[in-house]
């Protein structure tokens, strides 16, 4: 079974640029989450889909930030216009229905300069 | 505010030693405690995780310890080895919501 695909795995803009990282969850895996862990902290939550469905967004941090889920399958997640703050680790984890199984993806390295 | 904390936030044991690593909580609605492993470059994978009705929970050399009381749990690995150098999160769950909240980590190195 493929795991969760995360691409970029690294990515260096300017401040003001916009960036795009997507993930590939598990084929089947109805629920799709993002995480973010900055400068060695720990890892917070940003977003749940179901489907194509945004169940909870409440850790997005503003409104510069924007995840999609196309039809259910992939996830993107831009950042538009970047700042310094918003260099760190972006995870993508996805689950199946039920409790327990969530896998996580390599992640995606952002360096904001 | 930290929902989930975890110390220490770095260790370093001998090849054989235990070393032990700590978290404690406050929201009682969570019901579920795993704990995740990251290798550099890699995402956090579970590694062993327990329900609050059961005390300890032992998979090969990873033991958690877990006192609902308290609300503090710790994670145990025995007779450790070069290998298991690497993050480890303590984190917990809720069953009214599932996104996952983590600690901090602790980053672990085991010495020849």
Known sequence: EAGVTQFPSHSVIEKGQTVTLRCDPISGHDNLYWYRRVMGKEIKFLLHFVKESKQDESGMPNNRFLAERTGGTYSTLKVQPAELEDSGVYFCASRQRGPDGYTFGSGTRLTVV | ?112
């Open chain 2, 1 to 112: 505010q930290q929902q989930v904390k975890q110390s220490p936030q770095s260790l370093i044991v001998q090849k054989g030693g235990i070393p032990i690593i700590n978290c404690a909580y406050e929201n009682t609605a969570f019901d579920y405690f795993p704990w995740y492993q990251q290798f550099p470059g890699k995402g956090p994978a579970l590694l062993i995780a327990i329900r609050p009705d059961v005390s300890e929970k032992k998979e090969g050399r990873f033991t958690i310890s877990f006192n609902k009381s308290a609300k503090q749990f710790s994670l145990h690995i025995m007779d450790s080895q070069p290998g298991d150098s690497a993050t480890y999160f303590c984190a917990a769950r809720g069953t009214s919501y599932d996104k996952v909240i983590f600690g901090p980590g602790t980053s672990l190195s085991v010495i020849p």
